[in-house]
Structures are given as C-alpha cells and as structure tokens.
C-alpha cells in the first residue's frame, strides 16, 4: 500500500479508519499533514528524507485512499479533531508538525489547542499554506463561485475517470512510485467528495483564521513560500508570498523562500521541508 514506511489503520473518536504510513525510529515524531484534494502518500520524498532522524508519519484524511470516507465535519475543527486522532496514536517526546496548503491551517489549529492543554508542540512548519493574510483569493464572492463550481464538477470527473489523469499531471514533479500511488488515491470518487467537502469549507476557515489567529506564541515556527512562478501566476504568487511573509512576522517565525518551487514544495524542494523539520526538533 505505502510506497514508503509501514502502514497503519487509527481509530477516530467516532470509530472511522484513517490510513498513515509512518517510516523512522525514536522519540521524536514529525507528522505531515496534506493539502486540500490530494492523498498524503505525495509526502513520500519528504518522509523518505526525515526517517533517517525521527520517527515521522503521513496520512490519508478521510475518503482519500484507504482512509473511512466522510463528507460530514470537514471544516477546520473536524479536520484538526482527525489530525490529534493520528498524532495520539504515537506516543512521542516532541512533536514537529507540518502542513502544506490547507493542511497549514490545520495544524495551526492543532499546534494552538495543544498549547492550551499544555503540552505545545517542538515546532510548526507551515509550507506555502493557505494564508489568511490574503484573504481575498479565498473568500471573495467569485472565489466562493469558483470552489462552489470546482466542488460540483470533482464528483463527476472521478465518475467519468477523468480525475486521475488531471491528478498525474499536477504531480509530474512527483517520483514513482509515490505520483502513480498518490493519483490513485486521489481520484476515486470517495476522494472527489472528500474533497468538494472540504472545498466548501475553506472560506468559512480563512474567516475564522483572521477574526481569532491561533495563538502559537509558545512554539517555534517556520514559514516556506514558493518563490518561484510561472507568466500565468505570477500575480498571486506574490500576492502569495507576501501574506506569508505578514504571517512570519504576526508569528515571529523564520520565513524561508523556496525559490525553485512553486505551491508544490513538497514535490519541488522535499529536501528543504525536510531540514526545516528537522532542524525544529533540535
């Protein structure tokens, strides 16, 4: 099943299976949380370069893959409730966690609620994530009818088989075998609701990351932004790059530019999120 690493089934609290593979030995444990639409078997590079210094685990969230499909609580409080399920799973010394995209915000919101129960965690790296300091490519009124539309149209291209070739290509960058695996459990049609479920869910999500910023003011935190854009994007990656440089400085965290990569810095640079995670647990 997993490329990489060993896989296992955790149990939620409300008795769903949530597929992880978790590579390394120790103490330290790092989790790496996904983006929005995408099975976590894409860390595999990343994981493949933490393992050889901490215990570190992917997974699949819930309807991608292997993973109990749910469409129900799929806003930022289920999806953080999902993530400490994973991470109660493996007891550890210190706790690193990273998420890509939408998976940034996550563990922002993990990383806050462990803080008030008073076990924070070693570090938070935080790559090119869905920023609230640029809310408006999230929640103005053509973004919230272009995430509506895309919500509607993901189910029907799973159907037709159309999904995964659109996934392959997305994950060109991606090594075998963790581009074919990741495409699979990307595009079935479980994992197309999975993903219009939490599609419909990011603008209420950036509203609420800037009416009440988790407070991370106990724990060390990296921010990556791709620096690198094509003729296309090149307008909202700087918009991009620059919210992440105003989360930095709100979180006083280190602010790194990825600068040979894009929004996929896992893909692109896995060496650099690697080292960053690193780095957090020394």
């Not at 790496?32 to 370069?49: D, F, K, T």
């Not at 210190?94 to 803080?115: F, K, N, Q």
């Not at 290509?169 to 079935?188: F, H």
């Not at 400085?249 to 690697?274: M, N, Q, W």
């Amino acid at each position: 099943m997993a490329p990489v690493g060993t896989d296992r089934f955790v149990e939620t609290a409300d008795g769903r299976l949530l597929h992880t593979m978790r590579s390394g030995e120790g103490d330290d444990l790092v989790v790496l949380e996904a983006g929005l639409g995408i099975s976590g078997r894409y860390w595999g590079p990343v994981q493949e370069r933490i393992a050889g210094a901490a215990r570190v685990v992917a997974y699949e969230r819930a309807g991608y893959g292997t993973s109990t499909p749910c469409t129900l609580h799929r806003d930022l409080a289920g999806l953080t409730d999902d993530l400490r399920s994973v991470i109660e799973s493996e007891p550890h010394r210190r706790l690193v966690l990273v998420g890509h995209s939408w998976g940034g915000p996550i563990v922002r919101m993990l990383a806050a609620r462990l803080c008030a129960a008073g076990v924070p965690p070693a570090g938070v790296v935080l790559v090119d994530q869905s920023d609230e300091h640029a809310a408006d490519l999230y929640v103005s009124p053509m973004m919230r009818w272009a995430s509506a539309a895309q919500a509607r149209l993901l189910p029907p291209l799973a159907q037709m088989r159309m999904l995964a070739p659109l996934m392959r290509s997305t994950l060109a960058g991606l090594p075998e075998p963790w581009r074919a695996a990741t495409a699979v459990a990307s595009s079935t049609i479980a994992a197309a609701r999975a993903a219009a479920a939490e599609l419909r869910q990011v603008a209420g999500g950036v509203d609420q990351l800037q009416n009440a910023s988790p407070d991370l003011s106990e724990v060390p935190v990296t921010v990556l932004s791709g620096g690198r854009s094509t003729f296309a994007d090149r307008r909202m990656r700087a918009r991009l790059v620059a919210a992440h440089g105003a989360t930095a400085r709100a979180l006083d965290a280190r602010f790194v530019i990825a600068k040979y990569s894009g929004h996929l810095i896992p893909i692109t640079e896995p060496e650099l999120v690697a080292a960053e995670a690193v780095a957090l647990l020394h």
